[in-house]
């Protein structure tokens, strides 16, 4: 059964101090469950954890664009060696679990310190208490730490990672951003599909500048097809035999290869609540560049546009790079330029929830992910909770020591608490505030009474 949208929810900001001393990270908690909880740490970024995190990409992630020094700047320099271990070395396979881990229990220490961490602990009994999970929201303010796969944090050896954990519902979120509208659940589930191209015109997708590089052979006809058939209404029997309407009606519209114009007309003709694109894309400093079909691109602020207009709630992109910010390395020096990742500007712009790629992903673990995703939305899960299961099955199919499970990226507005889909039983029939009827309660009235000695009344009808 899904959760119930009132899960308690811890959300911990992090921004690098602007103060002499290199490397020094503030963090306190934004959102707690309880008064005493909005605590402030702050820590040093040690070496030790960079070397980690280079380490960690050598191995997980050669071919990814070139990595954002996070202590004293460097020179750009050319991607990584591939050195992936070979399948059959058990010492090789060794090493990657334990880079994995490292990193991840690594990143867990640093972020949860003193205040933090009690914070936290505290939040999670109250969750505990409540039968809830607790929802989780990491706001990564500087910029250069973004890239960083905080989804692996665990907090400890054989112990789940944070993204993981059933009674914890991981996202990344912004505070920079306007208030949502309010706009209840939908009883549907309502998708537009857009296939885009495989890769840029006139660009191999071996391309020695790996910035530009991209997945080659990308099978975008079936998985529209593949989507499309998880999504079929179906029912489900219980134990006791009988048929449960427990799964949400669901329509799909496929798009192959739009215009701009044409993805504005569909988003503006229907109501749609989910995007899937499928495509390539690449990072860019106004949310990156989606390519809808030859000599065709649109980036994430134009694409903004359209989906907070019509009310899109969730946008899903199967592209490299759509949590990435985009590089500046004009000075010769890697930095990353602050809110440019296609997630992070879509979230600003007022989508309510956006899930990217962090790096490449094959086809197979595309696939693999999107299909379990879809069907928990199907059956009502929060979309925190979906992200969490179909990262599960990442996991299962492709082993911990692999960085397929790491790749999905999930960004949620601060307000937005995930629901995307209600159940029909769920829905409360409500009269308009201001109903005559006897059902609802009496409306407030304002009087004009004459100052004459007659003393008439007039009613005034808001």
Not at 183 to 204: C, D, H, K, M
Not at 349 to 376: K, N, T, W, Y
Not at 401 to 424: C, D, K, S
């Amino acid at each position: 059964m899904p959760f119930p949208p009132e899960s308690p929810c811890l959300n911990i900001a992090i921004a690098r101090l602007n103060i002499p001393e290199a490397n020094h990270f503030a963090t306190w908690v934004m959102q707690a469950p309880f008064q005493r909880g909005y605590v402030h740490h702050d820590q040093i970024w040690p070496e030790t954890l960079s070397q980690a995190w280079e380490a960690w990409l050598e191995v997980f992630s050669p071919q990814s664009l070139p990595a954002i020094p996070i202590s004293t700047p460097q020179p750009a320099l050319a991607s990584t060696p591939n050195i992936h271990p070979a399948p059959g070395s058990n010492v090789r396979i060794n090493r990657t679990s334990r880079l994995m881990q490292n990193l991840g229990i690594s990143l867990w220490q640093w972020l949860f310190q003193g205040e933090i961490a009690q914070s936290l602990h505290q939040s999670q009994g109250i969750a505990i208490g409540q039968e809830l999970p607790l929802q989780v929201r990491l706001d990564i303010r500087a910029p250069e730490l973004i890239a960083l796969p905080w989804e692996i944090m665990q907090p400890g050896i054989s112990l789940p990672a944070f993204s993981l954990s059933r009674e914890i519902l991981f996202s990344r979120t912004t505070s920079d951003v306007h208030s949502l509208p309010t706009r209840p659940p939908s009883p549907y589930l309502n998708i537009l599909l857009v296939i885009g191209e495989s890769a840029p015109q006139g660009q191999s997708p071996v391309a020695e500048d790996h910035q530009f590089s991209t997945l080659s052979k990308l099978e975008l006809e079936e998985e529209a097809l593949r989507i499309t058939e998880v999504l079929k209404p179906r029912e489900i029997t219980n134990q006791n035999l009988h048929r449960v309407n427990s799964i949400i009606p669901c329509k799909v519209d496929t798009l192959i290869q739009p215009t701009p114009e044409e993805l504005i007309s569909h988003l503006d003709k229907k109501i749609y609540n989910v995007l899937f694109y499928a495509g390539h894309g690449k990072p860019g400093p106004d949310g990156g560049w989606l390519f809808l079909a030859p000599d065709t691109t649109l980036n994430g602020t134009e694409l903004a546009q359209v989906l907070v207009r019509n009310g899109v709630t969730l946008a899903v992109f199967n592209a490299c790079w759509g949590a990435q910010p985009a590089t500046d390395i004009s000075s010769g020096q890697i930095q990353a330029i602050p809110r440019s990742s296609l997630a992070e500007v879509l979230i600003h712009h007022g989508v309510p929830a956006v899930l990217g790629m962090r790096d490449e992903i094959a086809d197979g673990e595309a696939l693999s992910f999107i299909q379990v995703f879809a069907q928990c939305l199907r059956e009502g899960m929060l979309i925190d909770q979906a992200v969490a299961v179909a990262r599960q099955q990442l996991l299962t199919l492709y082993r911990f020591n692999q960085p397929a499970w790491t790749l999905p990226v999930l960004y949620m507005h601060p307000e937005f608490n995930g629901q995307l889909i209600q159940f029909f039983d769920e829905l409360v029939t409500q009269l308009p505030t201001n109903s005559p009827t006897w059902i609802s309660s009496s409306t407030s009235r304002a009087f004009l009474r004459s100052q004459d000695n007659n003393g008439q009344v007039w009613p005034i009808w808001p």
